[in-house]
């Protein structure tokens, strides 16, 4: 809008199972909408080749990060095999605080992690398959994934799917594009809320005085 | 969205003072939309020439209005002057039923009876002028309104803007092109509301038991 009302940003949070398409309606997100970011996660694993901390990841020993989540400066945090992966609090709240949106694609578990740590700043969004024919397609398909690993990604798949009622929004992934510009209206109606138009309470004031 | 997914119809209210552009708002949603109808009131007052019932107004008189009203078959009433108008409950309960949404165009005495009439089913949207200037000019510029007219609408706007907190959303409408398309992503996020999406426990329940 081009009236200066100042807002607040959002957390927006992107779950499914694994070949649902998240990964790509991530993308596209990222690329038609310049006031939203992807949030950089932290982790104590090594960087692969090619990987730039504080793009990809911010790279971290196991003691900074063990100190930084003790000192409440990760918004959730989680172990995956024999490594550390959390989401620092700092830029995050940078980011809200100047009116940018920041993008999450994370699981059940570390949308009810942030739940508690920012409740207000949360908006979840649930992507499903339209089918488990197509979500083993789709998972299939994938170049890089042997047999096994789909295998266990199906398996998986129910036990992500069966959190679906703890999010605010839910798309069936049927069509990308159309899922696409379902999302893009999340967000510009999110950013409307009331409850986030910090600037709101100033701004009707000075329009009730001159009234 | 193409899947079968039984969605209930929403209750969308835009409430603003007289002449920030609402009227013109309503009908740009109402082309522009096949899913959302104006909700047709009820009233007490003669109908005028042109006026169709079941269209304009559903024309009744002062006994039955008021036989309704006490066997709460109103949403919400007021009197304004000498005539009753009202919202009939049947036909909207009957569209959200059927997943069509119906749009109010009602002031913040309407919106709070709808508010505890049917809660979960509404979704509030306010909209404010720029300025006072600006709200000023469009009054004045509208054909049918007298100076006289103009100055009371003035003095009514400030009452009206102070229940602006009451709404979910509030649009400041500058540009009715960029206000409208905002609206219609407030529409199309609310339609993809987990809670609204009644078919959803079933098609996640087939979904994971054919993983």
Request: charged letters at 25%.
């Amino acid at each position: 809008m081009a009236h200066d009302i100042h807002r607040r940003g959002l957390m927006l949070v992107l779950s499914s199972p694994s070949g649902a398409g998240k990964t790509t309606l991530a993308r596209q997100l990222l690329a038609s909408d310049d006031n939203i970011s992807m949030s950089v996660s932290l982790t104590t694993r090594a960087p692969r080749p090619g990987e730039t901390s504080g793009v990809d990841y911010y790279f971290v020993d196991a003691q900074k990060f063990g100190e930084m989540r003790n000192a409440n400066e990760l918004l959730e945090s989680a172990k995956v095999f024999d490594h550390y992966y959390g989401t620092p609090r700092a830029p995050v709240e940078e980011a809200l605080a100047n009116g940018r949106d920041v993008l999450f694609d994370i699981d059940w578990q570390g949308t009810q992690q942030l739940q508690e740590a920012a409740e207000d700043d949360l908006v979840r969004i649930f992507i499903l398959p339209p089918s488990a024919a197509e979500l083993e397609k789709r998972l299939l398909t994938r170049a890089q994934d042997s047999a096994d690993v789909v295998a266990r990604r199906m398996a998986k798949a129910s036990d992500e799917i069966s959190h679906y009622a703890e999010y605010d929004y839910v798309i069936v992934n049927e069509d990308a594009n159309e899922s696409s510009s379902i999302i893009g209206a999340i967000l510009s109606a999110e950013r409307q809320k009331r409850s986030r138009q910090t600037g709101l309470t100033d701004f009707v004031k000075r329009l009730r005085d001159s009234l």
